[in-house]
């Protein structure tokens, strides 16, 4: 599986972006998909996840109520939608896929795409 994050920019405070991760190699309808993110000279922390269905989505305390992660896997494609960016939001973004597990861990992912920048400035 490969995965291709897209959609990083230059955002001011307040304002929104959207990220998508395509995947590729595989159909990824059945993995399990995450977002993480690294600021730099931090560890990678987990942003959130979305279960195989989209039934199922979990978040990082501090994004809820900020960001919304979906999913569309007829296009085979993960997004995060985020809403109300910070300042202290700025890193690389990472998404990652998994076919067993649905962790806020990153260690416990399989595939990972390159990362996409983020950075929330006036």
């Known amino acids: 599986v490969q995965l291709q994050a897209s959609g990083g920019g230059l955002v001011q405070p307040g304002g929104s972006l959207r990220l998508s991760c395509a995947a590729s190699?595989?159909?990824?309808?059945?993995?399990?998909m995450a977002w993480f993110r690294q600021a730099p000279g931090k560890e990678r922390e987990f942003v959130a996840a979305?279960?195989?269905?989209?039934?199922?989505?979990y978040f990082a305390d501090s994004e809820k109520g900020r960001f919304t992660i979906s999913r569309d896997n007829a296009k085979n494609t993960a997004y995060l939608q985020m809403n109300s960016l910070k300042p202290e939001d700025t890193a690389v973004y990472y998404c990652?896929?998994?076919?067993?597990?649905?962790?806020?861990?990153?260690?416990?992912?399989?595939?990972w795409g390159q990362g996409t920048q983020v950075t929330v400035s006036s």
């Open positions: 190699g595989d159909t990824v309808s059945r993995y399990g």
């Open positions: 979305i279960s195989w269905s989209g039934s199922s989505t």
């Open positions: 990652a896929a998994d076919r067993f597990v649905l962790t806020s861990t990153p260690d416990e992912y399989d595939y």
